[in-house]
C-alpha cells in the first residue's frame, strides 16, 4: 500500500491464492506506479523494504504484468 496508489480511498488491493499439483500461486493486484517492481537492498534499522526480498529468496518463480492500468505481482510457491 505505501509504495502504490492503492492507498488512496476507494483503491483497492486484491490478493488471489490458487493451489495446484505441487504449486501455489500468489498474485497481488494493486494501482502501482509506472516503475516495474524492483528488488532494492533494505538498510539493516530499514522499517521496510523486504516484501519483494523476501520473495525472490522463497519463491519458486515470480515476475509481475500490467493489466488495465494495475500491476500485478505475482509468485509461486512449490508444496507438497
Do not use: K, N, Y
Not at 16 to 24: E, K, N, P, R
Request: with cysteine; hydrophobic share 35%; net charge positive.
Amino acid at each position: 500500500m505505501r509504495h502504490s496508489s492503492s492507498g488512496l480511498p476507494g483503491e483497492t488491493v486484491t490478493v488471489t491464492v490458487a493451489a495446484c499439483t505441487g504449486i501455489v500461486r500468489v498474485e497481488v493486484t494493486d494501482r502501482s506506479g509506472l516503475r516495474e517492481p524492483e528488488l532494492r537492498p533494505a538498510g539493516d534499522d530499514a522499517e521496510d523494504g523486504r516484501g519483494l526480498g523476501l520473495v525472490v529468496r522463497l519463491a519458486a518463480r515470480w515476475g509481475w504484468r500490467r493489466r488495465g492500468g494495475r500491476t500485478v505481482t505475482w509468485f509461486e510457491l512449490r508444496h507438497g
